[in-house]
DNA sequence: CTGAAAGCGCTTACAG
DNA sequence: CTGAAAGCGCTTACAG
């Protein structure tokens, strides 16, 4: 500690970073112009934004976030926080696809997504606050709905930017976007009763997200309508859960002859126990997902599945929260009407040989 | 706009957010006494320190990582860019579950995690130099590592902190934690070639990546010294690579009698192909794979796996990132020697029925 | 269209 | 152990 390198060392880095006032000095011109021009902001003589932009160029300037941020300037930043175990984010297929979408939006815009995992929604809750209140992110994506969700009064009263996935219904006021699944139980029972099914059963998730709940009615209501029978059976989390609800159907008195899987993963895992029973798909037994995977796709049989993909849902969930966070800077405050307008993705379905043997063609 | 705001509308968010100053004025001190206090550094008695935390606690104050990272401290937050499209990533199971387990660790001490997708490895190393010029990371986490990686090279050069994924090798003079592969080969060809395998093949991912070059080295080795018939069959990426791979190992003169593959996804995909052909496992062809999953543990019969898991990777990683971190700021600059010390993952081997049919009880 | 100034909320030497 | 001040790098009214 010989030399002296007082006013380097302290402050923001490195010493020798280039600032605005530097692109001035050069420019000769004051650093508000600066900012100004290179912020697009009119204030500025065409001519003298040009050479002020040359200039950064040229000394290869990077705006300083936390400057920016502390004058005032959006940080550039949405948060998203989990509230389940880091092992079980891990085996789920939909995460990984969900966040990978959001980051290919995000990142196009030069936003970064934050991410924490927190062990309850009071420590979620908890984290938005912090969150807003120490200006960390621009707004928040809010996952894993549940039915009457402590997490919406909190974040309305926060009156931060955030989106809701999930829904409809139970997202308050808050602007949310969804995939339609009662249309996706439409479009799986009805295909499935088109092929003859009359006895066909559910194998549900999680029951305290709101999907499952939704899925569940629907699925029930549309049973009744079409005057087949359906069995519902939870099956908690994952793959292991999956394989004893499965075993379980299948050791009921009368099997149903299809089964709808709430997720890729649940599906695979009640495939191998149907192949391990010696039980023919979809001969003896159709299966169908929620969800699609490269997994379900080269699975022999093929699975049947929802064909909206994880990535898709991140990407317009990304899209979606910076149009919110866009106005709510545009109104300062004022409400504003339509940023909490509600987008519903509309499912589609990939017939495989899972439930339909000529789907396939067997050199596939 | 009739009402007047400036004040509170221009600089950082609502206006009434409690500062340093505020807690300084309720305390009776300087702001700068504050600051001491609330960091936990020396320059006030205990009892002023208790007064000042108190307040602050009173007044829900929350410090402004802004003006904190403005004022050169760290900014707590990690960075890793990632050079692979959004889809590729979604269907990876390692993906999610390495970042679930990042993000255990750095919620835990308060960091967050930035990420960004990229299309090339220029755009990378041209991220990490923005990132760090903006001081907008502390630190990043470097994966897929390449053989003679150019980001090695250009992160040296910029001298942050930084923490590579892979090796052993080609990480330069940079720390890193891997998993020790040739290790995991050892274990996978030696427990089959003690059930009695003599034709063995490994379907290998992605060849640009040094960890898929140093597990076919260590494969061919081993299988000489070991005097069994070692076969190699390049897969690209995924499921659908590894289900062609494995259809080609079929249709060869004289197809191999155990095949290890990259990943579960890919092992998962190739079973689908054998089953599809007729061929019992593990009777005819004994099956196992580099990666875990719970697909591969549900999937029947169960698939013999390394067992360590990509949430424990990550969160090794987060441990030993954050660790160079600090390092990295004590010294300030200094080197310091142990900090590019590198962390072997011990790999373990979890044997299933499908290489060992007493290894899974029928009952399971 | 341009200049000069205040302010955002902290941290860190430097004097007392 | 405490006070007073400078500085981090921006943005934003406000005067000219």
Redesign the pocket.
Known sequence: MTTSR??A?????RGQ?V???DIARRA??????V??A??G??????A?RARIMEIARELD????P???A????PVLTVGMVLARPAEVLGNEAFFGAFVAGLQEVLSAQDYSLQMKIVDSPEAEIDTYRRWFGQRRVDGVVVVDLRADDARIPALEELGQPALVVGGPGHHGSLPAVYVDDARATHLLVDHLAERGHRRIARVAGTAAFLHTAQRDQAFLDRCTELGIGGVLQDAGFGAQDAAVATAELLASDVPPTAIIFDSDEMALAGSHVLAESGVAVPGDIAVASYEDSPLARTHRPGITAIGRSAVEYGRVAATRLLEVIAAARRRDGEPDGMESEVRALEPELVVRASTDPAAQPVAG
Chains 1, 2 share one sequence.
Not at 70 to 73: M, R, S
């Open positions: 007082s006013a060392s302290r402050g923001s880095g970073r600032t605005i006032a000769g011109v004051t650093s508000a112009a900012s100004l290179v912020n902001r009119p204030g500025v003589s065409d003298t300037w990077e705006p300083s936390a400057a920016r502390l004058a005032g300037a």
